[in-house]
């Protein structure tokens, strides 16, 4: 019987193999992960519905199952047409989860061309899909190191 929240059998197998350095995408509903997906990375599809489930759900339950040392948010150009005059509301969102996962990292923005390159890595292992339709709520998470009492 597993401890932590998460209970996705493939998203646990994966996990276990992942190591430190390793990228989890977080994709929301309109992220084009059967094609900007790394070469060695696994897809998992969690969009049920439009709406669900969400990257912020996703994210509070890897929490509970991996160390994390860094979180990336898909960051917006100048020229985009959805671009938003301040961070998307969904990034507060994150902020809190890592906060009350007792973690304080912060969110790195990354452009958005930047992003779909930092995915086509050899270290992404996973794209979890979503269905979240929030803008601009994709997360690239980095797997941090387990210490000793952990």
Request: proline fraction near 8%.
């Amino acid at each position: 019987m597993l401890k932590s929240q998460l209970i996705h059998p493939r998203i646990s197998e994966v996990l276990a193999r992942a190591g430190h350095s390793a990228k989890i995408l977080i994709a929301d509903g309109n992220y084009p992960a059967s094609s900007a997906i790394g070469p060695r990375a696994e897809l998992v599809s969690l969009n049920l519905a439009p709406g669900l489930v969400t990257v912020a759900q996703v994210l509070q339950v890897l929490l509970t199952a991996i160390p994390i040392e860094a979180v990336s948010t898909m960051g917006m150009p100048d020229d985009d047409p959805y671009r938003l005059p301040h961070d998307p509301p969904v990034w507060n969102q994150y902020r809190s989860i890592l906060t009350e996962a007792g973690l304080s990292i912060p969110l790195q923005p990354i452009s958005r061309w930047d992003f779909y390159d930092a995915v086509d890595s050899r270290d992404h292992v996973l794209t979890i899909q979503t269905g979240d339709q929030a803008l601009w709520a994709n997360l690239l998470l980095t797997v941090g190191v387990r210490q000793s009492g952990q």
